[in-house]
């Protein structure tokens, strides 16, 4: 029997919070240096480098690489000959307040997600998975998800006559539902089979892969060829669109990370359906607004809503 103690796992969580907010994996690194080589978009290949001189500055100074330090998704691979001395989902969530304290990590989680929404200032409670197997293996993967990235995420229940067509198809409504909003560019799981909890878990486990690998079976894996030529085919001039509206609303707001600010266009067809907000210090709305227009005045519309809100705000 393998013997663990409590005091060494809520060491290793809070190494591993701290770890995961201010280095980028190496895959992801040598993924973003080696399609900046490849991309030919001059605002795509600026952002990117962006990006990892933001990744190199997060590592060298060891400050997270996004205010956003998420939500802690831990997964805990459990041998049955393994003993803990103690109770091992409080030595976790311990590890997490400590990492998230210690770290300076934004800390995101609320008692309630719905009423009072006050906020339980550790980042805890952590989302825990148990996988148990034999043997005494034992490990620990913490993984925090920002919910830029976890907002844009979608399920849908497929009837088997959908086929592998149903799932390309859902798969590429995600993407371009998604557009600029999920922080590109992105890593997408796909989870496919199971029970409507199950897939969620298979999503994210799919993105724990490394960049480049592909599925263990051929077909799975020229399907996941096939469906990232897809994602990079979605046309640009709707995404393009949609981030100068945003960007557009935001630079009338002038918003910043003390004051929240937030603007979402989608287009369906010549139509904009627009959503902006904002809000106070400590995270309460002040004003929102959700309006229709056409897409040939799209950027007067967006303007005269921006101009409208701080009106409306200021007059208070």
Do not use: W
């Not at 969580?13 to 399609?35: G, H, Q, R, T, Y």
């Not at 990590?105 to 197997?133: C, E, G, H, W």
Request: aromatic letters at 6%.
């Amino acid at each position: 029997m393998r013997e663990i103690k409590c005091e060494d796992i809520i060491e290793t969580v809070k190494k591993l919070c701290i770890e995961a907010a201010c280095n980028l994996p190496s895959d992801v690194f040598k993924a973003l240096n080696d399609k900046k080589n490849e991309e030919t978009y001059p605002l795509a290949k600026k952002t990117i480098d962006v990006l990892i001189d933001n990744a190199n500055l997060a590592h060298d100074k060891m400050m997270p690489i996004c205010q956003d330090t998420g939500m802690v998704f831990v997964y805990v691979t459990l041998g049955q000959e393994v003993h803990i001395d103690g109770d091992l989902k409080a030595a976790i969530n311990e590890g997490v307040r400590q990492g998230y304290q210690e770290g300076y990590l934004r800390k995101s989680i609320v008692q309630d997600p719905l009423f009072d929404r006050i906020n339980t200032k550790d980042n805890t409670p952590a989302i825990i998975y148990f996988d148990v197997v034999t043997g005494d293996e034992f490990k620990i993967v913490v993984a925090p998800k920002g919910f830029g990235s976890e907002n844009m995420s979608q399920i849908k229940m497929l009837k088997p006559s959908d086929g592998v067509q149903g799932v390309k198809d859902f798969v590429l409504k995600v993407v371009n539902d998604a557009g600029p909003n999920a922080c590109p560019p992105m890593v997408i799981g796909v989870g496919i089979g199971g029970s409507f909890d199950k897939v969620t878990q298979l999503s994210k486990k799919a993105m724990m892969r490394e960049i480049g690998s592909h599925h263990q079976d051929e077909r799975y894996a020229n399907l996941e060829k096939e469906l990232l030529t897809m994602i990079n085919n979605i046309s640009d001039e709707i995404t393009t669109t949609r981030m100068e509206l945003e960007r557009l609303f935001l630079k009338t707001v002038n918003g910043s990370c003390h004051i929240p600010v937030g603007g979402y266009a989608k287009i369906i067809g010549d139509q904009v359906h627009f959503y902006g907000l904002l809000g106070n210090e400590d995270g309460t709305v002040l004003k929102n607004i959700d309006k229709k227009f056409s897409l040939k005045d799209a950027s007067e519309e967006v303007t005269a809503l921006a101009e409208m809100l701080m009106r409306e705000v200021y007059e208070r």
